[in-house]
């Protein structure tokens, strides 16, 4: 079974503290997705990460994507109530035709 | 431009029962694809189709099949319903295979009794 191993499961912080979330697999992909989900809706894509070792940032997120394709992180920094929600990981295999989701992280940020 | 539909948004079935959830894009894409959320288990992936006429499995297809006779459209159907299918449901789709963005529907919450 190919897995996609996110950490932590679920995190409760305060209002101004840093957090980092993982994704890691054994498999290689192709390229690495973070969405975001809210509850009774549909997972919104955050950001798509195609090149080892790539960085990309957005706001206070920030994404990386590990040298070898088989990892990423998600860094957010002084994090805000509005950061409160379900961050999932997606690993595109190569040929893209099938996605495999990690178990997401389930963050809540306390005013 | 409604994105991506599905319809009913719940459904309550009895073990044995058979039902159609849809899913209707109107962004012209080619890939759609169904998944099923259940707790601690992030989406799977049930089947997806690359095109009209063509669909593929998934993580998890048995219990389910898909048609694909159009590009706006791709039913799910289960033709004998099971506790173990109680899950939400999501349509996705986007242009093409890969790294394009994926569009998700807002979901069908199904319950097998």
């Known amino acids: 079974t190919q897995l996609l191993e996110q950490s932590p499961q679920f995190l409760s912080i305060q209002e101004g503290e840093n957090l980092t979330v993982y994704c890691n697999s054994s498999s290689v992909f192709s390229s690495l997705q973070w969405y975001r989900q809210e509850p009774g809706e549909g997972p919104v894509l955050l950001v798509t990460v195609v090149t080892g070792g790539e960085v990309k940032k957005l706001k206070r997120l920030t994404f990386q994507f590990g040298d070898a394709r088989k990892d990423s992180s998600l860094h957010i920094t002084a994090a805000q109530p509005g950061d409160t929600g379900l961050y999932l990981c997606?690993?595109?295999?190569?040929?893209?035709?099938?996605?495999?989701f990690g178990a997401g992280t389930r963050l809540f940020v306390k005013a | 431009n409604a994105g991506v539909t599905q319809t009913p948004k719940f459904q309550v079935l009895k073990t044995g029962q058979s039902m159609t959830l849809q899913c209707a894009q109107d962004?012209?894409?080619?890939?759609m694809s169904w998944y099923r959320q259940d707790p601690g288990m992030g989406l799977r992936l049930i089947h997806y189709?690359?095109?009209?006429?063509?669909?593929d499995q998934g993580e998890v297809p048995n219990g389910y099949n898909v048609s694909r006779s159009t590009t706006e459209d791709f039913p799910l159907r289960l033709l004998s319903a099971a506790p173990s299918q109680t899950s939400v449901y999501f349509c996705?789709?986007?242009?093409?295979?890969?790294?394009?963005?994926?569009?998700f529907g807002p979901g069908t919450r199904l319950t097998v009794l």
């Open positions: 189709s690359v095109g009209a006429g063509i669909t």
């Open positions: 996705a789709t986007r242009r093409t295979s890969g790294a394009d963005t994926q569009y």
């Open positions: 997606a690993g595109i295999y190569t040929g893209g035709f099938k996605t495999i």
């Open positions: 962004m012209n894409h080619e890939y």
